[in-house]
């Protein structure tokens, strides 16, 4: 009953507000409106920039005699293969990624240790919330980054990166537990 009459009231509310706008927008007094539209119709049309000249560009006829066809890869450029370099550190392309692979180290936080039948499990948590499950050997990260090392306050990582001159190199990084 209660629920009822706080409706109807709510409604009669609604319905007398849009009453008062309707007949605020009914004002028959619109002489100032109208003398300003005349006053802006008078003025001379505004002068229209014309539109710039297209210029024509010179085309090109590839004859194929003799040259290479651009979108095949030469003898030195390999697609998804990497060049070993001297020290013969290499991603392995093969390996089938991990899902933590798809994140950069500072988008997953470390939030804790779990230790099962002798396995000590890290606990990494990502930007949307989700909480992982990684073990040594795991990988993570967008730099082929493998698990080495879990202790209670840190996870610690080995990426290989590319090195700017074709080649890969390893460095270390770590996962710090979250406070």
């Known amino acids: 009953m209660i629920g009822h009459s706080v409706r109807t009231i709510g ?63 030469t003898g030195e450029e390999r697609p998804n293969e990497a060049r070993l370099a001297e020290n013969g550190i290499s991603p392995d392309f093969n390996r089938r990624r991990e899902e933590l692979e798809g994140f950069t180290l500072d988008a997953i936080r470390m939030v804790g240790i779990l230790e099962q039948s002798g396995i000590t499990w890290g606990l990494v948590k990502t930007k949307e919330g989700t909480i992982h499950r990684v073990k040594t050997g795991n990988y993570m990260g967008q730099n082929h980054g493998r698990i080495i090392q879990i202790t209670e306050d840190k996870i610690e990582l080995t990426e290989i990166v590319q090195d700017g001159t074709g080649g890969y190199s390893e460095r270390q990084a770590s996962l710090a537990l979250a406070e």
């Open 11 to 73: 409604s009669a509310l609604t319905l007398s507000f849009l009453l008062g706008a309707l007949t605020g927008c009914a004002n028959p007094n619109l002489d100032e409106l109208r003398q300003y539209v005349n006053e802006k119709k008078a003025l001379p049309p505004g002068r229209i920039e014309p539109l710039p000249e297209i210029k024509q560009v010179s085309t090109f006829l590839y004859e194929p005699q003799g040259r290479r066809n651009p979108f095949a890869p």
